[in-house]
């Protein structure tokens, strides 16, 4: 199990490299550059030509690709030149990163209370009223935009019930103590139950719209697999072999049902930390996925090469976790 993760964290590494070459490339051949970025209308031949030897920007590019790559490993990105000019990225990113957890989390709980035993009932349905109810519900889930779907949801249960709070992570009229700048946690640890509640009202509706195309796809994902194993001559021969019905999911349908559902959840899960740009755009929440609209907008160099490396190091950090869990269900997996 041990050099099962170790060959898969030099790997990480590896993949790592490569996405890191390629941003440093990207951001490099975008129009006005770093430069310009920094300098704006303020740019002269002789202010850019001094902010290039600055930045080492006058250097051969394999020698800027290493101190880049330097830089990056001691989590120094640059400052910021649009979102909060002067601010180091890197503290931006920290202080809008737990708004972000706290809606995916939310968000995918959701999706995987939802969509594996929904899946599973409805395999166990099959061709009956819920499954065939179930499958439309999912193609909704999938066919509805994500942004669509937020401002229907903050029209009807914010703006005309009234029942949920419309946008924000918690009303600034309470006087809430920020620990550890997630909102719900600090308000349980601060025993604020107020803000807690709050907080948690707060995420509702934007994790229900965040939620939706996960929790399609791993409701799909759960119905294809446990059909599948349901089909499997070793299910036919427990049950022939009068095994206990609860046995017989147990170990034998959801057991290996799983592999293809860790796999989706776990993309599900580094798709939304990547940022979930238009959920937080819609209810104005302050993380990672609005930073990175903004970045967009306001040509932050600094803060686009951070998201973006953060993004694709999320990504790889969930592949390998989901890796791990594989060789945790299904041993055989360790010898590939």
């Not at 005309?160 to 918690?170: D, T």
């Amino acid at each position: 199990m041990i050099r099962f993760i170790v060959r898969r964290l030099l790997q990480m590494v590896l993949v790592l490299l490569a996405l890191s070459l390629l941003l440093f490339f990207w951001l490099r051949s975008l129009p006005g550059g770093p430069v310009s970025a920094l300098l704006g209308d303020r740019a002269t031949p002789a202010t850019r030509k001094a902010l290039e030897e600055q930045l080492g920007l006058d250097q051969p590019l394999p020698m800027q690709y290493v101190a880049f790559v330097q830089r990056a490993a001691s989590g120094d990105f640059g400052v910021s030149t649009g979102i909060q000019p002067g601010t180091p990225v890197t503290q931006i990113f920290v202080e809008r990163l737990p708004a972000t957890i706290e809606l995916s989390a939310l968000a995918i709980t959701l999706a995987v209370v939802a969509g594996v035993p929904l899946g599973y009932l409805a395999a166990r349905r099959r061709g009956g009223w819920f499954d065939n109810l179930s499958v439309m519900s999912s193609l909704v889930g999938v066919a509805v935009p994500v942004f669509f779907l937020a401002y229907v949801l903050r029209w009807i249960f914010a703006l005309e019930l009234g029942w949920l709070p419309v946008s924000g992570r918690q009303d600034a009229s309470i006087d809430a103590t920020h620990i550890t700048n997630f909102f719900v946690l600090d308000g349980i640890m601060t025993q604020e139950w107020d803000a807690a509640w709050d907080a948690l009202k707060h995420l509702v509706l934007p994790a229900l719209a965040l939620a939706s195309i996960p929790f399609a796809v791993i409701f799909r994902i759960t119905r294809a697999s446990v059909l599948d194993v349901l089909d499997e001559d070793y299910v036919r021969t427990a049950q022939s072999k009068g095994l206990a019905a609860r046995t017989i999911r147990g170990r034998h349908v959801l057991r290996n049902a799983l592999i293809p559902v860790i796999t989706v959840i776990g993309l599900q899960v580094g798709a939304l930390l990547a940022g979930a740009v238009l959920t937080e755009k819609v209810f104005s929440i302050a993380g990672v996925g609005n930073a990175l609209a903004e970045a967009f907008t306001q040509r932050d160099y600094a803060m686009l090469q951070l998201l973006i490396m953060a993004a694709a190091s999320i990504y790889v950090l969930v592949n390998l976790v989901v890796d791990i869990l594989y060789a945790v269900v299904d041993p055989r997996v360790r010898t590939r």
